[in-house]
Each structure stands twice: as structure tokens, then as C-alpha cells.
């Protein structure tokens, strides 16, 4: 069975750092891109991507509002990709997804990204 699921969402004050996880099953992370997408409570998913990690050209991507605080990574023994967010902040509150692209896909925005994992809620709050 073809799967993503994410986990390692939960409640952080400002300033904390938390760790997400987006595990794949039922297919190999390396051979598509990956990222990472956000829905903040009351609106509509954002169209960019957080962060986006591309293995066949060792590229990674992060938007503007999370750059210098939050790090993409992936395991390839694990079949999984990491987002590390540190010094959070409560506009960082949203709902994060993992999607898969093909495998050449550079640009971060969901419209390429075709499968999608379930979700995990993100709280920064004090």
C-alpha cells in the first residue's frame, strides 16, 4: 500500500523546536522530491512549499518565512525526510504535509506535488 505519514506535530511554545517526520511506504522516497506544505488554521493551504528536497540533484529549497530556522533532511535507510524547525513562532502554527513530485521537479509549489500524506498539527503558542 502507497503511503505517507507524517508525525512529530504537537504544542511548542515560541522560541522550541520541534522535529516532523514523514515516513513513506509501498514505494522509495528516493526517486522523487519531496516536500513539505502548511495550512495555517482558517485559510487555505499555502500554495509554496516550507521546504522541498530534491535528491537526483541534491537540491533543497525553503521559503522565506522559515529560512535560517527550519531544516530538511532525509534518510534514505529509513525511506523517510525530516523537517527540523527550531526557534518557532506562532504564525508557524498550521497543519504540515508531506507530497511527493517526480523525481526532476525543482520548484516548491503544490500544484507539482501529487501525492499527499494525512497530516500533523503544528501549535506554537505559550
Known amino acids: 500500500q502507497v503511503q505517507l505519514v507524517e508525525s512529530g506535530g504537537g504544542l511548542v511554545q515560541p522560541g522550541g523546536s520541534l522535529r516532523l517526520s514523514c515516513v513513506a511506504s509501498g514505494f522509495n522516497l528516493d526517486y522523487y522530491a519531496i516536500g513539505w506544505f502548511r495550512q495555517a488554521p482558517g485559510k487555505e493551504r499555502e500554495r509554496e512549499g516550507v521546504s522541498c528536497i530534491n535528491h537526483s540533484v541534491g537540491s533543497t529549497y525553503y521559503s522565506d518565512s522559515v529560512k535560517g530556522r527550519f531544516t530538511i533532511s532525509r534518510d534514505s535507510a529509513k525511506n523517510s525526510v525530516y523537517l527540523h524547525m527550531n526557534s518557532l513562532k506562532p504564525e508557524d502554527t498550521a497543519v504540515y504535509y508531506c507530497?511527493?513530485?517526480?523525481?526532476?521537479?525543482?520548484?516548491?509549489?503544490?500544484?507539482?506535488?501529487?501525492?499527499w500524506g494525512q497530516g500533523t498539527q503544528v501549535t506554537v503558542s505559550s
Open positions: 507530497a511527493t513530485a517526480p523525481e526532476g521537479t525543482k520548484i516548491c509549489w503544490d500544484h507539482l506535488y501529487d501525492y
